[in-house]
């Protein structure tokens, strides 16, 4: 299985999932899709489905296109996310795959839109799985709850995405770390994984490197709305239960307005 981060628009990313044995490929999210086309072209693959994690424009704004780029493609987007382009709606646990090696199931995961589905990939054994989580979960954050509940966001990350293998490899729908552990860390200003890790994306983005994928277990030490269930960041955001934190969290996330230095710097 190989996997290929392509980035579009301004901080958005699309992917490639390749079988390395047929070269057949997926792609998620594929909003510029003549880039996501000359992507695999570029290692001989051949992309036969698309993969939508959400309605929104800039994950789902690319389909009709793909589909008229490549007739007969299968378009796949959760079945009451209203996704555009859409030819095969899937469901909580419906199971797809590609080529002989890669097998994927999808993971109904709401908040962000009420119908926003995982990906849940697995290839050839001795693989680390991975796993596309377009808004619902990015690295050190996760996305606004336009369409849901603090309960449903909860259980999104750290019930459904939470669930998985700690090994899993995250692939998010934006590169936003850097901002996401810069917050994380007025929450958690002890933490040293945070730390740590915002030291290492900061090195990364200065390098013009992508700081994805992150992994399940990197985001439960590093991820504060996936570290609500225990009591020491729930008294730290002054909450009684894991879905209070997590609506408190996201509340001081939608307020904040960045590093005191960046704010400074601005004035």
Known sequence: MKIVPIPCLEDNYAYLIVDEATKKAAAVDPVEPEKIIQAASEI???VNAVLTTHHHWDHAGG??????LIPGIKVYGGSIDNVKGCTDKVENGDKLSI????????LHAPCHTKGHISYYVTGKDGEDPAVFTGDTLFVAGCGKFFEGTAEQMHQSLCVTLGSLPKPTRVYCGH????????????VEPENEKIKQKLSWVQEQRHKGEPT???????EFETNPFMRV?????QAKVGA??????IGEVRKRKDNWRGPAAVRESML
Do not use: H, R, W
């Open 175 to 186: 590169e936003y770390t850097v901002k996401n552990l810069q917050f994380a860390l007025t």
């Open 229 to 233: 269930d225990l009591p020491e960041l």
């Open 99 to 106: 080529g002989n090696e890669i097998n994927i199931l999808c």
């Open 212 to 218: 994805i994928p992150s992994t399940i277990e990197d």
């Open 44 to 46: 001989g693959a051949s």
């Open 240 to 245: 009684t239960s894991p879905v209070q934190a």
């Open 63 to 68: 389909n009709e296109k793909m589909g008229l």
